[in-house]
């Protein structure tokens, strides 16, 4: 019997591990944009299996923070998401640039698009949010001692308001689904497992 939290990385962390992995026979690009490329993919099993058509959607490593202010604010972040339509609450975060340190990825979308600047970061670890369909992960992390040192600096499509939440309220809203991002209420889990808050 195994407890929540624990599991066995011999059969679970398959990143150096691959005997189980498919070999690609052919692959054929669909789409190459920056940050929409698929493929089809044709691969063979270890178990002889032919896989004529696996789709994949390349995308580049990702970030996000659950950032937190010098008066133990939460930092989250409201914007509208076209994909499904809606205005919904995040966390900041966002894609490294090519032969970027991630660590030095994540500060800098924190003051891109809030404006606050981080004393520590702590890394949590990576999730992936699709691997049946998106080849990347997405690095989590918890900044701490955030200021606000600049104005927002966002991207012509972005517009970002900034909500500043109280620490005590952030486990609430994190068990009442406030947040449906699934990458994000990942991070904020492990935040506050982190900040011993769960």
């Not at 498919?22 to 054929?28: A, D, G, Q």
């Not at 390349?58 to 133990?72: K, W």
């Not at 409201?78 to 919904?88: A, S, W």
């Amino acid at each position: 019997m195994s407890l929540i939290g624990q599991h066995d990385l011999s059969t679970t962390d398959n990143k150096n591990h691959n005997e189980d992995e498919w070999k690609i026979l052919s692959s054929e690009y669909l789409t190459k944009y920056n940050y929409f490329t698929a493929r089809k993919d044709k691969c063979l099993t270890p178990q002889g299996k032919t896989i004529d058509d696996y789709y994949v959607v390349e995308l580049g490593l990702t970030v996000c923070a659950l950032g937190v202010t010098e008066n133990n604010e939460a930092i989250l972040i409201r914007q509208y998401r076209h994909p499904i339509g809606q205005t919904i609450i995040e966390i900041p975060g966002g894609f490294v640039d090519d032969g970027e340190d991630p660590k030095k990825a994540i500060a800098r979308e924190l003051l891109e698009e809030t404006g606050y600047q981080f004393a520590d970061f702590d890394y949590l670890g990576e999730v992936a949010a699709n691997p049946g369909l998106l080849s990347n992960y997405t690095k989590l992390y918890l900044a701490t001692g955030g200021k606000k040192v600049s104005d927002q600096n966002l991207d012509s499509n972005e517009e970002i308001e900034v909500m500043l939440v109280p620490m005590e309220n952030i486990k609430e809203m994190f068990l009442q689904n406030k947040i449906p991002q699934a990458l994000h209420t990942c991070c904020i889990l492990y935040a506050l497992l982190k900040m011993k808050v769960l």
